[in-house]
């Protein structure tokens, strides 16, 4: 069942609008659900590609969208650009502050990707032209070719779900080449996969850069999807919620990621219209979470 | 820049050192003995200021509220560590990092749904009220030089422990090689429950002393954690000597860099962009410190762990 079930998410999705959930609510909450979903996939393609658990991954996130903001407040709002300065940023970010992160390993690995995403936080907060702690407001939606098509919900909708489907299908393609092999040669046994030749530091920053252009790529979605950007949204507890969803779809599996992703954000929103303390209940299920389902939702280790 | 604002930021960066070393010493110690990563640590701060406000409130005196503080602090700490973290010891630190995440907004819920969002407030102590004149035409908070003091006699004390008793050499060995010192028959567990105990005071601690000069609200603590794991992994995982430099330098480049970077920019550009550019390259300065250390010396300043 699992091996289908992401897939079946996706038609799910597919299928929502012309099955009554064609509502602004609707709408808005499944924006929300791809967008994460984007950026755990991402997530999950480096914890479980190479083993690389990052604390600072919102920040990624980050960088997309207020390169989103940054052009939009210069005028430009042409997807064609837009989109791949998001992506480029991103990956560049990831590739900077990666080329120092994986030095280190382990728990200095954690801590250091969590400082590496403050620094972006406090970066995004100074930046009193683009809004400061406030956020910034986008002056309308990236065009693309001129037209204003991504103001059409719908159309929005099918964009966001085209580029999900499209990352999970790249990402699972680069994870299952030679140069995933290798990848996950280097997660299980650094030592000898550098004994058969390989350097693990070269195939990890690829890995990093790579898993940043993803998310730097849901960055620009969630700009464009809140017509909002703002250093709350990156902060380090995105990075924390981000990395449960990976481990609630079960680490290794990119689907599973997805999953995740679409579970938090119902479960969130599930939880939110009972009390506005939902995070007391939310916290347990969160720690149970980790303590009784080891391998995740989806049951299996490293599949 | 004056001499004088100088010296009253050196001292203010001083103060948030010795609190940060509070913090980071129970961080340090859970993480080198157990290699057990606490992100709920901070939260053990948030407690600790809020516990002091309420019990100064209740009680209104703040030398009962603090020893109250204190026990509160070691009665949660212990409860988390029975119900959630002893579950983890054996787990990879993503399982760690998450279950721990899962502590912290429990927690931060959990202040706000007993205490309400608002800020508290935890008056200064009559006896440590006022100013005291450091040099001439200087005055200087007398409780702020309290804070200075417990913590460099709290820093102290805790050398002595670790230095100079058994158990602290129980504790420097299982810093070094865990496995080695239960081999030895040593109980871990118990020694592990001691250390963490400790720690969960020692936050709470900081957490009482901070409470009348920054404001008690939920969130308090993260802040506090990310700069306690800026300090050690600068000082080096598991080393009290190292959290302590190390935390004494986070606290000095914190503040001096805050009130120091906007008037450096001036030289290379306009008032307004200057202040923009100083406070954002100021709130990094600990983050490019600590980065630049694990370029270099990857274990930290201080390195612990042997092979």
Same mark, same amino acid.
């Given at each position: 069942m699992m091996r289908w079930s992401p897939a079946l998410l996706l038609a799910l999705l597919a299928a929502?609008?012309?099955?009554?959930?064609?509502?602004?609510?609707?709408?808005?909450?499944?924006?929300?659900?791809?967008v994460l979903a984007l950026a755990a996939l991402s997530l999950g393609f480096l914890v479980g590609g190479a083993g690389l658990v990052s604390l600072g991954h919102a920040a990624m996130l980050g960088v997309g969208g207020y390169a989103v903001a940054i052009l939009d407040a210069h005028g430009v709002t042409e997807a064609l650009l837009v989109l791949p300065a998001a992506v480029a940023a991103a990956a560049l970010f990831a590739l900077l502050t990666g080329a120092i992160a994986i030095r280190t390993s382990g728990v200095h690995f954690i801590m250091i990707t969590l400082a590496f995403g403050q620094m972006a936080f406090f970066t995004a907060s100074s930046l009193a032209a683009y809004g400061g702690d406030d956020g910034y407001t986008l002056y309308a939606r990236t065009e693309i070719a001129g037209h204003r098509l991504l103001e059409n919900r719908l159309a929005f909708h099918y964009l966001c779900l085209a580029l999900l489907a499209g990352a999970w299908l790249l990402l699972r393609a680069i994870l299952a080449s030679r140069f995933g092999r290798v990848l996950r040669a280097t997660r299980e046994n650094a030592q000898r996969a550098e004994a058969m030749g390989f350097a693990p530091y070269a195939y990890r920053l690829a890995a990093y850069a790579i898993a940043g252009a993803v998310a730097g790529l849901a960055g620009f979605l969630m700009a464009n999807a809140t017509e909002f950007v703002a250093p709350s949204a990156i902060a380090w507890q995105r990075s924390g919620e981000l990395l449960f969803m990976v481990i609630l779809g079960g680490v290794g599996s990119l689907p599973g990621a997805i999953l995740g992703a679409a579970a938090f954000v119902v479960a969130e929103e599930q939880l939110a219209?009972?009390?506005?303390?939902?995070? #007391?209940?939310? @916290?347990?299920?969160?720690?149970?979470?980790?303590?009784? #389902?080891?391998? @995740?939702?989806?049951?299996?280790?490293?599949g | 820049m004056s001499g004088t604002l100088l010296l009253v930021q050196a001292l203010n960066g001083l103060q948030l050192g010795v609190l940060l070393f509070l913090v980071a010493a129970g961080l340090t110690l859970v993480f080198g003995v157990m290699d057990f990563i606490n992100l709920a640590h901070?939260?053990?701060?948030?407690?600790?200021?809020?516990?002091?406000?309420?019990?100064?409130?209740?009680?209104?005196?703040?030398?009962?509220?603090?020893?109250?503080?204190?026990?509160?602090?070691?009665?949660?700490?212990?409860?988390?560590?029975?119900?959630?973290?002893?579950?983890?010891?054996?787990?990879?630190h993503l399982a760690q990092v998450l279950a721990t995440f899962g502590v912290i907004l429990v927690l931060n819920q959990g202040v706000k749904a007993v205490w309400g969002t608002a800020p508290r407030e935890l008056p200064v102590p009559a006896l440590l009220d006022g100013g005291i004149t450091i040099m001439p035409g200087l005055q200087y908070?007398?409780?702020?030089?309290?804070?200075?003091?417990?913590?460099?006699?709290?820093?102290?004390?805790?050398w002595l422990v670790v230095e100079r008793t058994k158990v602290g050499m129980l504790i420097r060995a299982g810093a070094t090689n865990p496995r080695m010192v239960a081999a030895l028959g040593v109980d871990v567990r118990r020694l592990f429950t001691l250390v963490f105990a400790t720690g969960a005071m020692l936050a709470g601690f900081a957490g009482v002393m901070a409470a009348p000069i920054f404001s008690v609200e939920p969130g308090m603590g993260d802040t506090v954690l990310i700069l306690a794991f800026v300090v050690i992994v600068i000082g080096g995982i598991g080393s009290i000597r190292g959290a302590f430099i190390a935390a004494l330098l986070v606290g000095l480049i914190d503040t001096l860099g805050r009130s120091l970077m906007p008037d450096l920019m001036r030289l290379i550009l306009d008032a307004s962009s200057a202040r923009q550019a100083g406070a954002a390259i100021a709130s990094m300065l600990v983050y490019v410190a600590m980065a630049a250390v694990l370029a270099f010396r990857p274990a930290g300043l201080f390195p612990v762990r042997g092979g």
């Open positions: 929502a609008p012309w099955l009554g959930f064609s509502g602004s609510y609707e709408f808005t909450l499944m924006a929300r659900a791809m219209t009972l009390t506005e303390h939902w995070r #007391l209940i939310f @916290g347990p299920l969160l720690i149970l979470a980790v303590i009784f #389902l080891p391998h @995740g939702l989806a049951g299996r280790h490293r | 901070g939260v053990q701060y948030m407690l600790g200021a809020y516990l002091g406000a309420h019990f100064a409130a209740i009680m209104g005196s703040f030398w009962l509220a603090l020893p109250l503080a204190l026990l509160g602090s070691l009665a949660i700490g212990l409860l988390l560590e029975v119900l959630v973290f002893r579950h983890l010891y054996a787990r990879d908070p007398v409780f702020r030089i309290a804070i200075i003091a417990a913590g460099l006699a709290t820093a102290g004390l805790l």
